[in-house]
């Protein structure tokens, strides 16, 4: 059974790079097919997806925050992790990593539990 | 840019049946986008229902059915339970991505 655990600043100032990792346990990150996604959720908002790294290294990203937005493997560490520039009070939200895989064409199997990044100077 | 719709609310009497649907602002959802269901209870992690359609998620209650209702997708709920009360979010694989409904808020009363 795969978990996932977020960690990261839960403040962040107006400006900054938003930094999240997200930590794999129960099977590892460089299995084949899997998607690692990031998620996020502005309070009282729906669910926006924010991008993926595939297992093969390729990434890709909501066009709304790609220009912002990257995303990274650490196979050594089994992790992911999630960076977003130039972050604004429009970034406040809880931040999920999640997995998926292209070979049940499911993109988001599991989740973590979230944590909450706030904008703020 | 495509935008995925769904009902913003429903609401479903105890022991009820209700279908939630996902379609497309322009178009329609065909199989190929491999529709996919999600709950969402207040303060949770959302937890994955269908994905691929209609396949349940491990653990996932057999009064939850996906499938194809004209040119959306649908999620069922048949017999519904107080704690079926959520938020319920549609994913589509469109291009390259993933795009996520505006969520239906469910009530159970």
């Known amino acids: 059974q795969v978990q996932l655990q977020e960690s990261g600043p839960g403040l962040v100032k107006p400006s900054q790079t938003l930094s999240l990792t997200c930590s794999v346990s129960?099977?590892?990150?460089?299995?084949?097919?899997?998607?690692w996604n990031w998620i996020r959720q502005r309070p009282g908002e729906g669910l926006e997806w924010v991008g993926y790294?595939?297992?093969?290294?390729?990434?890709y990203y909501n066009p709304s925050l790609k220009s912002r937005v990257t995303i990274s493997v650490d196979t050594s560490k089994n992790q992911f992790s999630l960076k977003l520039s130039s972050v604004t009070a429009a970034d406040t939200a809880f931040y999920y990593c999640?997995?998926?895989?292209?070979?049940?064409?499911?993109?988001?199997?599991?989740w973590g539990q979230g944590t909450l990044v706030t904008v703020s100077s | 840019q495509t935008v995925v719709t769904q009902e913003p609310s429903f609401s479903v009497s105890p022991g009820g049946t209700v279908t939630l649907t996902c379609g497309l602002s322009?178009?329609?959802?065909?199989?190929?986008?491999?529709p996919s269901w999600y709950q969402q209870t207040p303060g949770q992690a959302p937890r994955t229902l269908i994905y691929?359609?209609?396949i349940r998620s491990s653990g996932v209650p057999d009064r939850f059915s996906g499938s194809m209702l004209g040119n959306k997708a649908a999620l069922t709920i048949t017999g519904a339970q107080a704690d079926d009360e959520s938020d319920y979010y549609c994913?589509?694989?469109?291009?390259?991505?993933?795009?996520f409904g505006g969520g239906t808020k469910l009530t159970v009363l």
């Open positions: 999640a997995g998926g895989s292209s070979v049940t064409a499911i993109p988001i199997a599991f």
């Open positions: 129960g099977g590892s990150i460089s299995t084949g097919g899997y998607y």
């Open positions: 790294i595939f297992y093969s290294g390729s990434t």
């Open positions: 322009s178009g329609s959802v065909s199989t190929t986008y491999f």
């Open positions: 691929n359609t209609n």
């Open positions: 994913v589509l694989y469109i291009g390259s991505g993933v795009v």
